[in-house]
Every structure is written in structure tokens, then in C-alpha cells.
């Protein structure tokens, strides 16, 4: 059995769902101490977070991941036990397994055999492990952050080890993400009988030409990075339960994902100004999850291209697609940030698997990276 597999094992087992670390992160200090790195549990709140750091100097690299998991979901649907990991058919099965606890074993396993052959390398690696990117992500890497900024540290280079590929490692990295800007509104209109409609206002009704309008905007038209801003409606709630009543309010939550053309300001304004213009009565509670971010062409995108080339042959594709990661937490630090991990076709399913052949191909493309930057 490959190092890279036996600790994702290891990980699989600790059924760490969100916020609980279950020991993943002790498991992983023990290791790196091991290999020269100096320690710091850092919690806050209910969530622990691991940050470990081999050397002192600039430029510093950071391998930034998270050991919770979401909840398995009904155990009938799987094929074994989400924590009990298995391998069939050359698959490693278990909740985990692709997002993230195999890029966590890759990263450490490409350290330790990378530190094994360069014990005086360049700089500094460090490793920023949460066990809150899967919850709110309010008291993981976000505040882990803030603490090391505090501090001084500067950070040059972060790898997160989200899942990036489509179909085999490295096909994908992402250098960037779209923003993500959340609203909860509410339409006020007047409760009455569904016979005397003249006696009430039915906000449903009132608000249904604004919500069309707005599910028909063209927001931006993207750039070369990122696709155009998209406006979804989540949910959409209204009513008593009861079908002869015209109900009072009507609440809708809805979410822009949106590129650098636009900013949280903008898009508030935009939003506002239609419904505005439609004679709404209303009130919108904002949250922004996060703000764009890119990282162009430079040391970090070139390395991890030309690493991903020369193991694997794959030219790979850059994308800013997909939902937020961490990264949008260590890109305004004005870090350099990529996201590289194994395929994600599975992530967040039943049955979640990653192929095993993949996991020391993904640990030999970070290992050579960290042999690029800090050699």
C-alpha cells in the first residue's frame, strides 16, 4: 500500500463531519513535527485549526485544506460504511476521499519525501488546516488568517487541495473564483380572502414581474477569467398553508455569483433599483460569502502547469467555475492562490470515491511544485 493511501485511510476513518475534527489534525502535526515543522492548534469557537510551519524565511508556500466532511447522508445508501474506507475496482471509498482528505495525505506525503531530499530548501512550507470550510467558515481558516496577519506572517504561495479536476488530475486548476452575494427578501402585501381580492394585495403577484425581471438581467458579460454574473432563486416561500387565504408576505432567498465586472455595490444597487421601480414595499438582508479573485499567469500558475505537464501530460485548463472555497479568505492577503485536487465527480455523494492511482500521481505533482518554487 502507497504512503498517500494509507493516510488517507487513516483520515477516512475519523468520521470528522463538520465542525468536529474527530483527531485528523493531531494525526497530521504528529507527522509533520516529524518532519521539522513547528506546530499551533489554533481553535476557536467549537472549530480546530492546524497551522504548521517549517522554516522561517520568505518565500513562504502554504498547503491549505480542510479535514471536515459533510454528513454521509442515509448509511442504507452506501455500499459500506462512509467511514470504514474500502477499495474496489482500484476506487478508494469513503466520505472524504476526494474533498479533501486525499489531497491532505498527497500534501503531506509530498512534503515529507520533499524535505527528505531538500532539508535546506528556500523559504518556508506551512500547512493551514480547518475543520470549518464545510460549515459557516466562520471560525476556520477566515480567522486563522486574521491571526497570522496579526502576527506578520506573509504569505506568497497557497495551494488549496479542493477538488479541482474533471476527469483526471490536473486536467483543471482553478485561479480564482466568482464572488458570492446573498439576499433575503421580504415583499409586504395585505392578507385577505382569496373571493375579495380588491381588499388585499397579494405580494406574490406583485412581486412576480420584478422577479422575472431580475432573473433576466445581464449583469456583466464576464471577461477572459470568468463567465458573466448569474442571478438563481433558492427558495420562495409564502402563504398560511391554507388556499382561500391571499397571504401577507412573500419571501424569497436568492444568490449572484459574480465576476470581477461587478461589485457587491453594483449588484445592491441594481437590485434595489428594480424592485424600486416595480412600487415593491420590501426589505433585503445582505451576505456576501466572498469576493472574486484571481490569480493571472506568474511563479504559482506556472509551476503547477508545468508540474501537471511533465507527470501527467495533460496541458491543463484554467477555470474560475464552481462554488467558493478558501481561497477567498488567503487571495486578499494578496497571496498568490491556486486550487488543485483530484477529480470531483463525486464529492458530497454517496459513494463518494477517488481512484487510488490518482492519489500518489496528485502527491507527485505537489511534491514537484514545492521542488520548482523552493529549489
Known amino acids: 500500500m502507497s504512503e498517500t493511501l494509507e493516510l488517507a485511510k487513516d483520515l477516512i476513518r475519523r468520521p470528522s463531519v463538520t465542525p468536529d475534527d474527530c483527531g485528523c489534525q493531531e494525526l497530521l502535526a504528529g507527522r509533520l513535527e516529524k518532519a521539522g515543522f513547528m506546530t499551533e492548534h489554533l481553535r476557536f469557537g467549537v472549530v480546530d485549526n492546524l497551522w504548521a510551519r517549517r522554516g522561517t524565511g520568505a518565500p513562504l508556500f502554504v498547503f491549505a485544506g480542510h479535514t471536515d466532511v459533510v454528513p454521509p447522508g ?50 518556508s512550507i506551512a500547512f493551514l488546516i480547518t475543520s470549518d470550510e464545510e460549515g459557516p467558515s466562520i471560525d476556520g481558516t477566515v480567522k486563522v488568517i486574521d491571526h497570522l496577519v496579526t502576527r506578520g506572517d506573509k504569505i506568497d504561495w497557497c495551494l488549496v487541495g479542493e477538488p479541482s479536476s474533471r476527469n483526471q488530475t490536473g486536467d483543471i486548476i482553478k485561479n480564482g473564483r466568482r464572488g458570492s452575494l446573498n439576499g433575503k427578501l421580504r415583499i409586504h402585501g395585505h392578507q385577505g380572502h382569496v373571493a375579495y381580492p380588491h381588499l388585499a394585495d397579494n405580494p406574490i403577484h406583485r412581486a412576480a414581474p420584478a422577479l422575472a425581471e431580475l432573473a433576466g438581467v445581464e449583469w456583466d458579460r464576464g471577461n477572459e477569467y470568468f463567465p458573466p454574473t448569474t442571478f438563481q432563486i433558492s427558495n420562495i416561500a409564502a402563504g398560511t398553508g391554507t388556499e382561500n387565504v391571499i397571504p401577507g408576505v412573500l419571501d424569497v432567498q436568492f444568490n449572484l ?35 472574486p479573485f484571481l490569480t493571472p499567469a506568474g511563479e504559482l500558475v506556472d509551476a503547477a502547469r508545468h508540474a501537471i505537464r511533465d507527470i501527467t501530460g495533460i496541458n491543463t485548463e ?28 463525486t464529492i458530497h455523494k454517496i459513494n463518494e470515491c477517488v481512484r487510488v492511482e490518482e492519489l500518489d500521481t496528485l502527491s507527485t505533482v505537489y511534491e514537484d511544485i514545492l521542488i520548482r518554487l523552493l529549489t
Open 318 to 345: 484554467l477555470s474560475t467555475s464552481g462554488g467558493t472555497s478558501d481561497g477567498r479568505f488567503i487571495a486578499p492577503t494578496g497571496a498568490q492562490v491556486v486550487e488543485l485536487g483530484p477529480v470531483n465527480s
Open 257 to 291: 455569483r459574480f465576476s470581477t465586472e461587478s461589485s457587491e455595490a453594483s449588484l445592491k444597487s441594481q437590485v434595489d433599483e428594480i424592485l424600486t421601480r416595480h412600487g415593491l414595499e420590501y426589505e433585503i438582508d445582505w451576505r456576501l460569502s466572498g469576493q
Open 74 to 123: 442515509p448509511a442504507k445508501g452506501w455500499d459500506s460504511d462512509p467511514f470504514d474506507p474500502v477499495i474496489r475496482d482500484d476506487y478508494l471509498f469513503g466520505r472524504g476521499a476526494a474533498d479533501m482528505k486525499g489531497s491532505i495525505a498527497a500534501m503531506v506525503i509530498a512534503c515529507e519525501k520533499f524535505v527528505a531530499e531538500h532539508p535546506d530548501h528556500k523559504g
